[in-house]
Nanobody, 111 residues
Framework: VQLQASGGGLVQAGGSLRLSCIGS?????MGWYRRPPGKERELVAT?????SSVYADSVKGRFTISRDNTKVYLQMNSLKLEDTAVYYC???????????WGQGTLVTVSS
């Protein structure tokens, strides 16, 4: 399994961005995590192979995770300053069970 993330950038508070992550190989669950400046990496959202999703409380109602086979997306609306972070996608190999991480993509929300 390999992952390639894209879509980060600079956006004003209240704006929107869409992150994409393209995977290859046989994939089970996929997700998005983020590492805010000076903090630990944290869960943003996950989605199962069947499409069931889980969100961190901090992004519920603002972010939407979606999936198209081995591609996963994160639509981020109503962005806040505290959403500034490096965002990472991950995936679990369907047969190996191994977790693979994509390279991070930086999202910067400005006032």
């Amino acid at each position: 399994v390999q992952l390639q993330a894209s879509g980060g950038g600079l956006v004003q508070a209240g704006g929107s961005l869409r992150l994409s992550c393209i995977g290859s190989g046989s994939i089970n669950g996929m997700g998005w995590y983020r590492r805010p400046p000076g903090k630990e990496r944290e869960l943003v959202a996950t989605i199962t192979r069947g499409g069931s999703s889980v969100y961190a409380d901090s992004v519920k109602g603002r972010f939407t995770i979606s999936r198209d086979n081995t591609k996963v997306y994160l639509q981020m609306n109503s962005l806040k300053l505290e959403d500034t972070a490096v965002y990472y996608c991950n995936a679990q190999g369907l047969y190996s069970g191994r977790t693979v991480w994509g390279q991070g993509t930086l999202v910067t929300v400005s006032s």
